[in-house]
């Protein structure tokens, strides 16, 4: 025992005199940590809020009854069908304002809700006593109430003046949800006698025609597939998360992975003193791996906490984006289970002893007389560069394998893995050939020593000179294809959105009178329906829309590719067009046809057409509005888009306000619109852009690390040059050069890497994840300013290292040549 | 205090006073080098025994380290015999000849080999300490005798060469050796710091009641111990 704890104290007696290495060991494992923990902290969230929201307004598989014209049902039908015999149960969802924020809120009726939709609380008769009872009850999140500053029993206000009944706090009801009792919704909300939807127990049969029966075809039967799983829905945004969440993890090992392995290799000595001392190699092992797995807890636990601060940070946007692309309320703070904190602990033990293992394997192996011969250990490192290059192109080959014979979004994620792994591990290589090239082409003394001694560094910085490849490599592909999604989206924004004005009514004769008015008055040019439809193919929901043929469309409707006289076609209902994913998916072709399941049977349409349809789960099809009405007579009538002049737009709105009142469901102008889609679109990739800089900064704190822990080993490299007459601080200037062209030569080998990247982010990744494809734009200021970026890190990363040696004493410098005869 | 004989550690042969404490026989050890084999030691044979000194002579590159290093387990031969005080150390698991050399040898490097992040003080009492044998007493009057009284809290950075080797020599012996290997331990020092550091390591030596081997290019160190022989072509011929 005796000896295992000297040998640990021993071992870990390093550290105390070596705090900066330690500090930056501590970092990297902990930023490592928290970038990885964070991103978990946010899917997690996202996944615990999903399902708690499909457990409020049903079982999970459950159908539910909606309206197949408006938005709302009334409250008879469901009088009817429960007289019926029906067992639906039902609910009344809105937004409300409370504090400037939006939250859902969510009526419903607990005395015929199926039974396995479980409210805690509820199911004691008191308490549901307590919630229909004046003044009912208001149930919420613990952390919605205290976000919304609600004590228990205290009554929330919205900000039109409603006043909610006690606030409860209930652990099972997801964040940003407020659940009343219905006919307290119907109050808030203003829908009288209204419902939004009735839902049934997930083993029940909702016969059609018996219910057509009671309601006739006032409602249709929605099966969860047709709305789609949030769950299945956002599987592809999550992992997008998930993958930049490990690539920042990833780069943060290599920080690890270099503080460790020069820490071993600094120990070098003291491992060879402990071994002559009578250590065993067992015993110096277990005390190793104890070392490593004890700071990989402590970084942990650290990481962990700022990973939840990182996760608490970027909620918001993610919130958001989540909100506007799939309309799922993940809640605005942080609830996390236990597991989230084992998980992550454990994610920071397994990388650091991976960071490790080479290390701890070439201790292993090496005799204990070798540990003491310098040669020895550069030997076993050209047989690791070696290796390193055999690993590299087994990375490349599988990359390609993955590109050639794979499918689905996996293969994708493993065609970039690959690309980057290769390429990054063939990187210290590459500059070995370009610093003797320099040195080649040098004539100068001193510059053949700056390349010379580049070249002798770089068996220590190469993993952080990975590291920020790695990262500048993301930034220059995540850059691009952001950029080139930003400068698309814009304009595709500008086709889509070229109406002045967009109408939603409450229900098909509200909306046949909003049209006939709007169609007499002067300021406007045209009131196009854009009414809809849906329906499945395979089991995939697709959205169907009526168009009327006019130039609003035919000049701004931009087609990804057509047949001649497309329009025509559409306008003549011989033609429908299809949005890209919906092609892509259903391997749809020019010319191919389409079999649309409608109510009198399948329509089947050729395609005249391939649109762009973004951030669209769904798929789309666009056809004549005359041949919508005929073969989905009950499609949706609702919507309306407006010509208008511009300058007429604000006080047409009014007017059709005060005109129309509750018959308007909506009105949003084209400038609102676009705001919120761009404002949702910025929101999303804040989150990347957030992401991307953390790992920057991760790998220049990897370059840091390496330089500081090198540092003492470079003062008996740089003492001979010294004392042949090159002044302190000219060394300390070429020390920062050195790494400064590392570094450059790094950046530079990252932009092609980085278009690689930003290529399979949008040939590969994008396609398989949503179905869609992005053109692909290059944005060469972009690289630019990685450049500088990159010279940036370096600089700041090698200038304490560099200073201090312009402020090491000549007896330091002489002490190397002290201990040498 | 002298420590002559030492009770016998359970687990080991009972050594008679008459045997040799060290014994070497047809040792054997080649390197495997990208040029082929190279052969190091051919079959080398010495003995050594209680309370005697030896001094291994031979060029640089003559396998006198090699051998220390066989004798001290921190390498295994390629053929042969080792033994201390009757126990073998060839053909040994690493764990096992860790535990031998813990326990009866102490080794002083050319280059002291110190741990840079412990103090004088717990270097000297390193090997003592994971041996189970630390004795404050006897920290103390090695310290004393090496000249180290002042020294104690500083780091080895912030001594001279000859108070480094001094250091190594109070960590060899703190543990009370059965025998002490030493690996020119003079070569990193200049001659008067070298000449006092073995007139403090000569005395302490016959203080323990240990063995002694000492490999050296120096015939005039060599001539100050009991006996000499040199390595030459891989085997011992006399000095």
């Known amino acids: 025992m005796s000896e295992a704890v000297w040998t640990f104290m021993a071992l870990v007696s390093h550290w105390r005199r070596h705090r900066a290495s330690f500090a930056t060991l501590m970092v990297g494992l902990a930023v490592a940590t928290a970038l990885w923990s964070g991103v978990q902290a946010l899917n997690s969230q996202a996944r615990q809020s999903y399902d708690r929201a499909a457990r409020l307004v049903g079982e999970a598989g459950a159908p539910a009854l909606v309206s197949a014209r408006g938005a709302f049902i009334p409250q008879e039908q469901y009088v009817a069908l429960r007289r019926a015999g029906f067992k639906v149960s039902p609910v009344l969802e809105g937004t409300v304002r409370i504090g400037g924020a939006a939250y859902r809120l969510v009526g419903i009726e607990p005395l015929t809700r199926p039974g396995g939709a479980v ?105 969860p597939e047709e709305t789609g799983d949030l769950t299945r829905l956002t599987e592809s945004f999550h992992l997008n998360l998930t993958a930049f969440g490990l690539l920042a993890f990833i780069v943060g090992l290599f920080i690890v992975h270099a503080s460790i392995g020069l820490a071993f290799e600094q120990r070098l000595g003291t491992v060879r003193t402990l071994r002559a001392c009578g250590v065993s190699l067992a015993t110096l092992i277990a005390v190793l791996v104890s070392e490593v797995v004890m700071l990989a807890l402590l970084a942990g636990a650290i990481g962990m906490v700022c990973g939840y601060l990182i996760a608490a940070a970027l909620l918001p946007d993610v919130a958001l984006s989540l909100r506007g692309i799939y309309g799922a309320d993940v809640g605005r703070s942080l609830v996390l289970e236990p597991r989230w904190w084992v998980s992550g602990l454990g994610m920071a033990l397994l990388g650091a002893l991976i960071a490790s293992a080479a290390s701890l394997f070439k201790v292993a192996r090496m005799p204990a007389v070798a540990l003491g011969r310098p040669l020895a250990w550069r030997e076993a490192h050209e047989g690791q560069l070696r290796r390193q290059g055999v690993l590299a192109g087994l990375a490349l080959v599988v990359a390609l394998a993955a590109f050639w014979l794979g499918e689905g979004l996996v293969a994708g994620f493993v065609v970039i893995a690959g690309v980057l792994l290769g390429v990054a591990l063939l990187l210290p290589l590459g500059l070995a050939r370009l610093l003797r090239v320099g040195e080649a082409m040098s004539n100068d003394a001193l510059a053949r020593w700056f390349w010379a001694d580049a070249r002798r560094q770089l068996p220590g910085l190469s993993l952080a000179l990975m590291a920020l490849l790695l990262a500048l490599s993301a930034n220059v592909g995540v850059g691009t294809m952001v950029e080139g999604f930003r400068t698309t989206f814009t304009g595709w924004l500008d086709e889509r959105l070229n109406s002045e004005i967009y109408v939603t ?297 560099a200073l201090r040696l312009s402020r090491t004493a000549p007896a330091d410098l002489l002490k190397v040549f002290a201990n040498e005869r | 205090m002298t420590l002559i004989d030492r009770p016998h550690e359970p687990g080991g042969p009972t050594p008679r006073h008459d045997a040799p404490l060290l014994s070497v026989r047809g040792v054997r050890k080649s390197y495997a ?207």
């Not at chain 1, 049209?515 to 045209?526: H, K």
């Open chain 1, 119 to 223: 409210l805690t609380g509820l199911e004691d008769s008191s308490d549901l006593e307590a919630f229909l009872r004046a003044p009912g009850q208001t149930l919420a999140a613990p952390q919605t109430l205290s976000e919304l500053g609600a004590a228990a029993g205290a009554r929330i206000q919205t900000d039109p003046g409603a006043l909610l009944p006690p606030a409860v706090a209930q652990d099972t009801i997801a964040p940003g949800l407020i659940v009343v009792d219905i006919g307290v919704a119907q109050a808030v909300l203003g829908r009288p006698m209204q419902l939004s939807r009735m839902i049934a127990a997930s083993d029940a049969t909702l016969d059609a025609e018996a219910l057509a029966a009671v309601v006739g075809d006032a409602l249709r039967i929605e099966t």
């Open chain 1, 505 to 801: 009514a409450q229900d098909a004769e509200a909306g046949r009178r909003v049209a006939a008015w709007l169609e007499a008055d002067t300021d406007v040019t045209a009131v196009l329906p854009v009414w809809r439809t849906e329906t499945r193919i395979g089991a995939w929901p697709v959205d169907v829309y009526g168009l009327r043929d006019h130039a609003t469309y035919r000049d701004h409707f931009s087609l990804l590719s057509e047949l001649p006289r497309a329009w025509d076609r559409v306008r003549d209902g011989t033609g429908a067009l299809v949005s890209e994913q919906l092609a892509q998916r259903m391997s749809l072709g020019l010319g191919g046809e389409i079999a649309l399941p409608a109510e009198a049977g399948v329509w089947t349409v050729p395609v005249v057409g391939v649109f762009a349809d973004y951030g669209n789960p769904k798929g789309q099809v666009r056809v004549n509005v005359d041949r919508l009405v005929r073969h989905w007579p009950d499609a949706r009538r609702t919507h309306y888009s407006v010509r208008a002049a511009p300058e007429a737009v604000a006080g047409l709105i009014e007017r059709m306000r005060a005109e129309f009142g509750d018959a308007l469901a909506q009105v949003s102008d084209q400038a609102q619109l676009k705001a919120m889609s761009l404002r949702i679109f910025e929101r999303t990739f804040a989150v990347t852009g957030a992401l991307n800089t953390l790992t920057l900064f991760v790998s220049g704190i990897a370059l840091f690390a390496s330089l500081l822990t090198l540092s003492d080993v470079r003062l008996a490299q740089i003492a001979p040059v010294w004392a042949l007459g090159v002044t302190r601080r000219r060394l300390s200037d070429l020390e920062v050069g050195k790494v400064m062209v590392l570094a450059a030569m790094t950046a530079v080998l990252a932009v092609p890497l980085g278009l690689v990247l930003a290529w399979c982010l949008v040939a590969i990744v994008n396609v398989q994840a949503f179905g869609w494809r992005l053109p692909f734009h290059v944005f060469p200021l972009q690289w630019g300013v990685v450049f500088v970026l990159a010279l940036v890190t370096a600089f700041v990363a090698a200038m304490l290292p």
């Open chain 2, 33 to 239: 080098t990208p040029q082929g084999a190279v052969v190091v030691l051919k079959g080398v044979d010495l003995s050594l025994r209680a309370r005697e000194s030896l001094a291994l002579l031979g060029e640089s590159g003559s396998g006198k380290s090699t051998l220390l290093h066989l004798i001290g387990g921190l390498d295994d031969a390629d053929g042969g015999e080792i033994a201390i005080e009757g126990a073998a150390m060839t053909g040994r698991p690493d764990g096992e000849r860790a535990a031998l050399r813990r326990a009866r040898i102490g080794i002083v490097f050319q280059q002291f080999n110190l741990v840079p992040s412990l103090t004088v003080d717990d270097n000297i009492a390193f090997q003592a300490r994971i041996a189970g044998r630390f004795d404050p007493a006897w920290q103390d009057e090695l310290i004393g005798r090496l000249g180290l009284g002042d020294l104690r809290s500083r780091y080895p950075e912030q001594l001279s060469g000859g108070q480094q080797q001094r250091v190594a020599i109070g960590r060899a012996l703190a543990v009370r050796p059965r025998l002490l290997l030493a690996d020119e331990p003079t070569g990193n020092l200049d001659e008067a710091t070298g000449d006092e550091v073995m007139d403090l390591a000569l005395d302490l030596v016959a203080r323990t009641g240990c063995a002694f081997l000492m490999a050296t290019h120096s015939t005039r160190l060599a001539a100050r111990l009991d006996r000499r022989v040199r390595l030459a072509s891989g085997a011992l011929v006399a000095s």
